[in-house]
């Protein structure tokens, strides 16, 4: 299984990038929840979207940080995943990493923790100058 993060790099305060995982060996890759998690030196990684399995209607989630700016989705025929991000603060400077969960829950927030994750990517650094 692989996960490889991609779409990182420098960008000037308002503007856009759009992130990518890309995963590899997976079973059916609508059947699996996604997430998006960010981190600056110092700090804990903290979750910032989940997209949850296609068999529960794919619902999203974001952290209020990034609500309104932030868009995750996934392209099953590519087995990949985004996170479109706008409007970006120089708050939004992290490492972006993207994860997947092999499991199927009703509620979202069993996904907000990092340990329902058994993949993980390498990670891709976003770096915003105000």
């Known amino acids: 299984v692989q996960l490889v993060e991609s779409g990182g790099g420098s960008v000037a305060a308002g503007g856009s990038l759009t992130l990518s995982c890309a995963t590899s060996g997976l079973r059916s890759f609508s059947d699996l929840a996604i997430g998006w998690f960010r981190q600056v030196p110092g700090k804990d990684r903290h979750i910032i979207s989940v997209?949850?399995?296609?068999?529960?209607?794919?619902?999203?989630w974001y952290d209020d940080s990034v609500k309104g700016r932030f868009t995750i989705s996934r392209d099953i025929a590519r087995e990949t995943a985004y996170l479109r991000m706008t409007g970006l603060k120089s708050a939004d400077s992290a490492v972006y990493t993207c994860a997947v969960s092999l499991s199927d829950y009703a509620s979202m927030r069993y996904y907000l923790e990092d340990f329902e994750y058994e993949y993980w990517g390498q990670g891709t650094r976003v770096n915003v100058s105000s």
């Open positions: 997209i949850a399995s296609q068999t529960s209607n794919g619902p999203t």
